[in-house]
């Protein structure tokens, strides 16, 4: 996926040693690093309250760039805003349910959910304006309604004030890591309406916890596509049971570590999330291969001491699991995984019978391809007016694209066609999107 999320906090560069001295010429960006920057440009130019709205001809002038290259990286100002919301979303959301894991006092939690809030709004006054609507008032209207995923985290602080007083615990938002478009998880009792939708009835306020499938196996959804059976797990990951084969689509490992090597405050052990998940899809379906369409690791930056020790560990225990890698967008920047790993790499498609194993979402003849790279999910709504985003699993006639796997990613709302199937992966269980 895009680096839409990855919005590194804005350097003071005033006073810096030399800045009055001629400018080196500049040097041709590396790939992904001008998204970077305009992002970082963006959310520094809102930092002014007063500032009249934000035009693409003053962003392109502040980068000294045109117009056109912005546009090469981005296909509206919409988008632009889009990816600070993703940063803002998966950054609050993440601190938000580290606090609820390590705090047992609804009090405590509410102290700390607040002061997460507050500092965030510090350190980051310029999507602050985002987070409150006032950057958004004259932009696309679809900006409004998705930074309105924030509203129930601020009227849940003040109830939950009282319910900690009480000795009270506050709810779990959603996923517990990356899944942050879906605060109405935050307070259980607010997605009750939206679940029903889709044949819920018990709140989906997070991913199935390590160790789920030891306990009580795994509960998925088999279906057949491309002549092979498929199962869907509420993990996020699907399995051949012919081929004893995981599918595991955008673990991005190492994306924590990226951010705050370039600054940003984001919580640390989702590797050790995404690997306990993994540990758990071993366990429940017996697999003896594991195959990672694409973006296995986040970036070169994201491949840190601990990250690479962690995963070294998890594949000493499993050792005899057969991996393999076909590379994704974001591996060609990060780089082959460590010989240790012993990770075969493929550069294209991997055949498997009538399917085709791969990152990128593009039909390929004699085949039905199964891949990533979206990031897929849902927006459902019910009739209290809830709304509720949802990783899922999305079928088209030829190619069909598996939710992210890692515990810090974002999420793509998408649009089916007609005739095509959508399955939800809704806490513990997979449920088909009606039509």
Not at 60 to 66: C, G, Q, W, Y
Not at 151 to 169: D, F, K
Not at 171 to 200: K, N, P, T
Request: glycine share 12%; proline share 7%; net charge positive.
């Amino acid at each position: 996926m895009s680096e839409t999320s990855e919005v590194p906090v804005v350097p003071d560069t005033a006073g810096t040693p030399g800045s009055e001295a001629a400018a080196p010429a500049r040097k041709r960006p590396r790939p992904g690093e001008r998204r970077v920057q305009i992002l970082q440009t963006l959310a520094a130019m809102l930092e002014q309250p007063g500032a009249e709205r934000i035009t693409t001809a003053a962003l392109a002038a502040r980068l000294e760039v045109s117009e056109a290259a912005l546009y090469r990286h981005f296909a509206s100002k919409a988008q632009m805003f889009e990816g600070l919301i993703d940063f803002i979303e998966s950054s609050v959301f993440t601190l938000v349910n580290q606090v609820v894991e390590r705090d047992a006092s609804g009090a405590v939690q509410a102290q700390k959910i607040t002061t997460v809030l507050l500092q965030f709004g510090e350190k980051n006054p310029g999507m602050t304006r985002v987070m409150v609507g006032d950057a958004l008032v004259f932009e696309h209207e679809r900006l409004g309604s998705r930074m309105n995923v924030l509203r129930p985290c601020r009227i849940a602080v003040a109830p939950e004030l009282a319910a900690g007083g009480r000795g009270g615990r506050l709810g779990h938002a959603d996923g517990r890591r990356e899944c942050a478009g879906v605060s109405a998880h935050f307070a259980d009792r607010r997605s009750a309406a939206a679940l029903c939708a889709i044949g819920l009835s018990s709140p989906a306020d997070r991913i199935p916890r390590p160790g789920a499938a030891a306990a009580g196996g795994l509960r998925g959804v088999d279906i057949e596509v491309g002549g092979a059976r498929l199962r869907l797990l509420p993990q996020r990951a699907a399995f051949l049971p012919d081929h004893a084969t995981l599918l595991i689509a955008d673990a991005h490992i190492g994306k924590a570590v990226s951010f705050r090597r370039l600054g940003v405050p984001v919580p640390r052990g989702t590797t050790g999330e995404t690997l306990a998940r993994l540990d758990d899809l071993l366990a429940g379906t017996g697999a003896h291969r594991i195959v990672f369409l694409g973006d296995l690791l986040h970036s070169a930056r994201g491949r840190g001491q601990a990250t690479i020790d962690a995963v070294t560990a998890w594949r000493r225990r499993h050792a005899r699991v057969e991996l393999t890698l076909i590379r994704g967008n974001h591996d060609q920047h990060a780089g082959d995984p460590p010989a240790c790993w012993g990770v075969e790499v493929l550069g294209g498609p991997l055949r498997l019978g009538g399917l085709a194993l791969t990152h990128h979402p593009e039909p390929l003849t004699g085949a039905y391809v199964l891949a990533g790279h979206l990031h897929p999910a849902v927006l459902l709504g019910g009739r209290a007016h809830d709304r509720l985003r949802l990783p899922c699993f999305h079928f088209g006639p030829t190619v069909g694209v598996l939710p992210a796997f890692g515990a810090f990613t974002g999420m793509h709302v998408i649009a089916p066609a007609p005739g095509d199937r959508v399955f939800v992966a809704a806490g513990d269980a997979v449920r088909l999107l009606p039509a």
